[in-house]
């Protein structure tokens, strides 16, 4: 009786293993037949995808690379059009959408079942969250949806022509807000999508984790973006070509002043540049190139920003200082020399006031500081010279512009006469340099081209490289085309801080080392008048 029940229990229990390891079995066999069917979807979608398909050639892929490891703050693709920009912005902003910053574990956002962190020893299911929210900013509604959008997903004004598929498939698009120009994907990521033309209020009162400019914002719209920071760090990409802003003279750009030119001199440690020329571009057809070349002359600065994509100030015109060389003609300089006369060189302007510290030792003039004033009075500006400098050993000679000599019909006293008083309980005296007129403009910008570069090559001028305006001046100036230079009265325009300092050096160098105008009959040699030959006969 007992060997029956035994066989009867260890019978039944294998029947009921046998019927259970079938079932698992045939679970198993389901399982891994829907994995196969998803890795078939997965491989079919990967090998189909965009941004697998998409080829980034060096500067793009450097640029994209940088962005995902999170390397820097801000980064700036800047090159010559057709130089791929506005492809490599939309594959980094594409793949931040889609698989978000997916660096190390304590880099990645983690979300835990329940919302709060297990204790130590405690288990819990845990889902990385890799969701972002961004904008995509374009100059204009019209760019934004017919140019930057149709980069980023289908909203059905996808160009037939376009060089690439859109690099957010629609399968994992959740809804697209045309009205609001809210993207959003099935993982919980948002892009929004902006214009500059919405004005600087359309940029505020959001968190975000990354920013798309797409070519170069106002200031204003930039700075207001810049404090969109929220729980992560905010990481802002821009792509561009250093075109002059529509009506501004000097056709200089704000990211190339307050960008590019501290990159160049290594001063910008959370930003990084990446360069690109339209030659780079493995997929401009030859033929296209050569069109655009014969467009543009060789050596222009058209050519070279638009064809080159170089670094340069902009092209509004011509360089005035051509003397000068930045790698050249800015050194650091030593302490003031107190037992030696200095130099204290004005242009008397109220917006902005600005005045200049040098010393010539030899030949050689030497610019220590700049002292600028935004909107001053001379006494103001006579007060930031004490302060900055309040002992000196030597006389302080005063140059400057010789109209400043003329009585004010207010005070009824001469700009010069205003600093004296104000300067009458100094350590020591000051002595005016000043010419009863002003030289020609030609023959001022002449002086300060030859001390920046003589005729056989010698370095006649050195500048701090603190004076930054100074050197802003004398890389930025332009001609006017009519033997002047070019000015401008609009305060909105970032050329209206420029000439104001290198007129006051010019001042200074003009009165120390002139470049004189000979007359013709005084360079070339006389000429001797010779007897005619004659032959007669004795």
């Excluded at 693709?77 to 492809?87: E, F, L, V």
């Excluded at 006369?341 to 700049?370: C, K, T, Y």
Aim: proline content about 7%.
């Amino acid at each position: 009786m007992y060997f029956w029940v035994v066989s009867s229990i260890v019978f039944l229990y294998e029947r009921g293993y046998k019927r259970k390891m079938t079932e698992l079995g045939h679970r198993a066999r389901q399982a891994l037949e829907e994995k196969a069917l998803l890795s078939g979807e997965l491989l079919r979608r990967r090998q189909g995808d965009p941004l697998t398909l998409f080829d980034l050639f060096s500067p793009q892929r450097e640029f994209v690379t940088d962005i995902l490891s999170k390397r820097y703050k801000e980064y700036y693709y800047i090159g010559a059009n057709r130089s791929g920009k506005s492809d490599a912005g939309a594959v980094a902003g594409a793949t931040l959408a889609r698989f978000g910053y997916r660096g190390t574990p304590q880099e990645q956002n983690v979300r835990f079942v329940g919302g709060t962190r297990p204790q130590e020893g405690r288990s819990s299911i845990s889902v990385r969250d890799f969701a972002t929210s961004g904008w995509v900013s374009a100059l204009d509604f019209p760019i934004s949806r017919d140019t930057i959008q149709p980069k980023y997903f289908d909203n059905g004004f996808t160009p037939p022509n376009a060089t690439h598929e859109p690099f957010i498939p629609k399968h994992e698009i959740h809804s697209w807000r045309v009205s609001d120009g809210i993207l959003k994907l099935k993982n919980g990521s948002i892009i929004g999508f902006k214009s500059a033309d919405s004005g600087r209020t359309k940029y505020q009162g959001a968190e975000k984790d990354w920013i798309h400019f797409d070519e170069e914002h106002p200031k204003s719209i930039y700075d207001e973006a810049l404090i969109r920071v929220g729980k992560n760090p905010l990481h802002i990409f821009t792509t561009c070509t250093l075109l002059p802003p529509e009506g501004m003279v000097g056709g200089v750009t704000w990211i190339f002043n307050e960008i590019v030119k501290p990159w160049k001199r290594g001063m910008l440690e959370n930003a990084e540049i990446y360069n690109a020329s339209i030659y780079d571009n493995p997929h401009i057809p030859r033929s296209e190139i050569e069109f655009l070349e014969s467009k543009y002359p060789e050596g222009s600065d058209q050519r070279r920003i638009r064809l080159n994509g170089e670094l340069i100030g902009g092209i509004g015109g011509s360089r005035i200082y051509s003397g000068f060389h930045s790698q050249l003609n800015v050194k650091p300089q030593k302490e003031v020399a107190t037992r030696r006369p200095l130099a204290w060189i004005w242009d008397f302007n109220v917006e902005p006031m600005v005045s200049l510290i040098g010393q010539r030792n030899g030949p050689i003039f030497r610019v220590f500081q700049e002292l600028i004033l935004e909107e001053a009075n001379i006494p103001e500006m006579c007060n930031y010279f004490r302060r900055v400098h309040p002992v000196h050993q030597a006389p302080i000679w005063l140059y400057g512009d010789a109209t400043g000599q003329a009585r004010s019909a207010q005070t009824k006293k001469t700009s010069y006469q205003i600093i004296l008083n104000e300067m009458a309980q100094y350590p020591v005296p000051l002595f005016m340099k000043v010419p009863e007129k002003n030289p020609g403009v030609t023959d001022r910008v002449n002086a300060v081209n030859v001390a920046c570069s003589g005729p056989q090559g010698q370095l006649n001028l050195e500048i701090d490289p603190d004076c930054d305006e100074l050197i802003t001046d004398l890389e930025q100036v332009l001609g006017d085309g009519k033997q002047g230079i070019k000015k401008t009265f609009n305060k909105k325009d970032p050329y209206f801080k420029r000439t104001h300092t290198s007129d006051a050096l010019g001042y200074w160098i003009a009165f120390e080392a002139p470049v004189a105008n000979k007359k013709w009959d005084e360079q070339a040699p006389r000429s001797v008048k010779m007897p005619r030959p004659s032959y007669h006969r004795n």
